[in-house]
């Protein structure tokens, strides 16, 4: 009896957490800066890298069970030093991530207030963002549950709107961009295509539901399921905003960080009361978006630092058990992004913080599907809750086409594609982040390395 009322995780709740969770409003402007042609991306991406990475997730987290995730998957196929890259590359985007919607939240905040946020008063405002998320996500997720149920509410109004409110205003005054067959194929604009990056980060993070499996009636046949249509649920409210924003802006005129809000008061005509109501509700979503991922992102971290494989201050708990080491280190490095932003040359500062950590998520991801080829091939007998179907050759196509597709976003995105002034100070700076950020995470690790094997020799000794 009590093994049957545990079982209360159905595929509803698992695909309405991964829409929840995983949805990112702030990212719909810089995919929808792609222009009418993401909508043909989305479907070529959703087939040949979302599928893959959607059945073979589902087969390393029924699999490889653990609070790990990613990081034991790696572990397990390459050893702990390639572990805690991985580890390393995970965690260090959520940090950037925070210190990208800081700097987003006030922007947003001014936007709709009238205010000139500017100096030290924005700065100030972006610190007291980042502590407020440092804080309450140190919180167990039961003190925070009505947080993400108000978080959900506050994404679907805000993207159901954008998207009618395009849908109407395409129907009655016209769209600010072409739809036709023509600008829907894609242009093969190199320096476009480091958009590209950004829906597949739209498509990431779809292996945290199978850490239900324990909690799933048939999780061999619920995870895939709430996998894949929590994806397609994705990408079809990712579309309705991008189709809102598309009837209001012309591409080459929206802002990454500012497009949502300027496509409201576009497609209402005005700033009113509407408009401020959905800015209230964006704001809400940067603060409660980074709070839902802080349990997943600082658990791997805190799996890692138990495991020796990053430094221990990544293992420090309270008494409650949570991970508040990684916490505050979050809020450390964010703190120092957010101080040293206003020095950075690109001046689009959320563009430039978000883009290094998408890079940053991205290039944690290109060690998974080499780790599912790598399990499959030096531990076949193990038993697989779900397998992912095919043989050889679909296996390899699962493996190696959506782990190019990786490696040439993250190329598009840090290397100038040509020599104009414009591709340069976008890209140079996120490419010397990314240089920046493995070089110390390679430090970090080996010394998480080296401290280990200090204490196994004095451990010897005595």
Do not use: C
Request: proline fraction near 5%; aromatic fraction near 12%; charge should be negative.
């Amino acid at each position: 009896m009590v093994e049957t009322e545990k079982k209360k995780f159905r595929l509803f709740d698992a695909v309405l957490m991964s829409v929840v969770v995983i949805m990112v409003v702030e990212s719909v402007a810089p995919a929808a800066a792609i222009g009418p042609s993401q909508f043909f991306w989305w479907f070529f991406l959703l087939i040949l890298f979302f599928i893959p990475y959607g059945l073979i997730s589902s087969e390393l987290g029924t699999t490889y069970a653990g609070d790990g995730g990613l990081y034991d998957w790696v572990k397990q196929a390459f050893g702990p030093l390639w572990g805690g890259r991985l580890a390393w590359l995970y965690w260090i985007n959520y940090p950037i991530w925070m210190a990208s919607l800081a700097v987003l939240f006030v922007q947003v905040g001014g936007q709709i207030f009238g205010l000139k946020l500017t100096g030290w008063v924005s700065i100030l405002i972006q610190l007291l963002f980042v502590w407020v998320v440092v804080l309450v996500g140190n919180k167990p997720v039961s003190e925070s549950k009505w947080i993400m149920n108000l978080a959900a509410f506050a994404k679907i109004v805000t993207i159901l709107a954008l998207g009618g409110l395009g849908i109407y205003v395409a129907m009655t005054r016209g769209v600010a961009n072409s739809f036709s067959v023509h600008s829907l194929l894609p242009q093969m604009n190199l320096s476009g295509l480091s958009n590209l990056s950004v829906i597949i980060f739209n498509f990431l993070g779809f292996e945290v539901v199978a850490t239900m499996a324990d909690d799933m009636d048939n999780p061999k046949k619920q995870i895939p399921q709430a996998i894949i249509y929590g994806g397609i649920l994705i990408a079809i409210f990712y579309l309705l905003g991008a189709f809102g924003m598309g009837a209001a802006i012309p591409t080459d005129k929206l802002s990454a960080s500012s497009g949502l809000i300027d496509s409201f008061v576009l497609l209402i005509g005005h700033m009113n009361w509407f408009v401020v109501l959905i800015g209230i509700f964006f704001l809400y979503i940067l603060v409660s978006e980074m709070i839902s991922w802080a349990l997943g992102v600082n658990y791997v971290a805190d799996y890692a630092g138990k495991d020796h494989v990053l430094p221990q201050i990544f293992a420090k708990e309270d008494a409650k058990g949570m991970p508040v080491g990684t916490g505050y280190l979050n809020g450390i490095v964010a703190t120092i992004l957010v101080i040293a932003g206003p020095l950075l040359p690109d001046q689009n500062i959320f563009w430039a913080f978000f883009s290094l950590n998408v890079v940053a998520l991205l290039l944690s991801y290109t060690l998974m599907f080499p780790a599912f080829w790598e399990l499959r091939r030096k531990d076949p007998h193990t038993e697989r809750p779900f397998h992912v179907p095919g043989g050889s050759v679909m296996i390899n196509l699962m493996t190696w086409v959506p782990e190019v597709l990786l490696i040439l976003t993250i190329i598009f995105s840090v290397v100038p594609m040509n020599g104009s002034a414009a591709e340069i100070s976008a890209k140079v700076p996120v490419l010397i982040g990314v240089i920046i950020t493995i070089v110390i995470g390679e430090i970090v690790v080996r010394y998480a390395e080296h401290h280990q094997a200090q204490l196994e020799n004095q451990t010897t000794k005595d």
